[in-house]
C-alpha cells in the first residue's frame, strides 16, 4: 500500500487510529453524560413551544372563526330588525296618512254640512225679511190707496158699503 504515497492521515497507522478512537470515545462519553441531555432538553423544549404555538394558533384560528360566524350573526340579525323597523315604521306611515285622510273627509263633511245648515239658516232669515220689508211695503202701499180713494165722504161710503156686502155673501 506505500506504492500509493496517500498522505498519512487517510491511511493512519495503528498509535494514531489507537489515540484518535480514544479521543473520540472520551469525547461522546462527556457529550452523552453533559452535551445530549442539555441538547435533547433544549429540543424538547422547542418542540413543546412549537407545538403549544400551534395549538394556541389553531384555537386563536377557531376563536376567530366563532367570533365571524357570531358577528354575521349579529349582522344578520340586525338587518332582520332594520327590516322589521322599516316594515312597522311603513305600516304606522300609512295608518297614519290613512287616519289624517280619513279626519280630513269627515271634517271636509262636517264642514260642508255646517255650511249647508248656515246658507239654510240665512236664507230663511233673508226670505222672512223680504217678506216682512214686502208686507211692509203692501201695507204702505195700500194704506197710500185707500188714503187716496177714500178722500171724500161719498167714496168712504161706497167702499164700507162693498166690503159690508162681501161680508154677507160668505
Do not use: C, H
Amino acid at each position: 500500500m506505500e506504492s500509493m504515497n496517500l498522505p498519512s492521515i487517510l491511511t493512519p497507522d495503528l498509535g494514531l487510529f489507537f489515540w484518535m478512537a480514544l479521543a473520540f470515545i472520551i469525547v461522546l462519553l462527556i457529550l452523552s453524560k453533559f452535551g445530549f441531555p442539555v441538547i435533547v432538553k433544549m429540543i424538547d423544549e422547542r418542540q413543546k413551544f412549537i407545538n403549544d404555538s400551534l395549538m394556541n394558533a389553531r384555537e386563536a384560528n377557531e376563536k376567530l372563526a366563532s367570533i365571524q360566524a357570531e358577528g354575521e350573526k349579529i349582522l344578520r340579525n340586525a338587518r332582520e330588525e332594520q327590516a322589521k323597523i322599516l316594515k312597522d315604521a311603513m305600516a304606522t306611515r300609512d295608518a297614519i296618512v290613512k287616519d289624517a285622510q280619513q279626519k280630513a273627509i269627515a271634517e271636509g263633511e262636517k264642514l260642508l254640512e255646517e255650511a249647508k245648515a248656515q246658507i239654510l239658516v240665512e236664507k230663511e232669515n233673508a226670505l222672512r225679511d223680504i217678506r216682512s220689508q214686502v208686507a211692509d211695503l203692501s201695507i204702505r202701499v195700500a194704506e197710500q190707496l185707500i188714503m187716496e180713494q177714500l178722500k171724500d165722504d161719498y167714496k168712504q161710503e161706497n167702499y164700507i158699503n162693498k166690503i159690508l156686502d162681501k161680508v154677507e155673501v160668505k
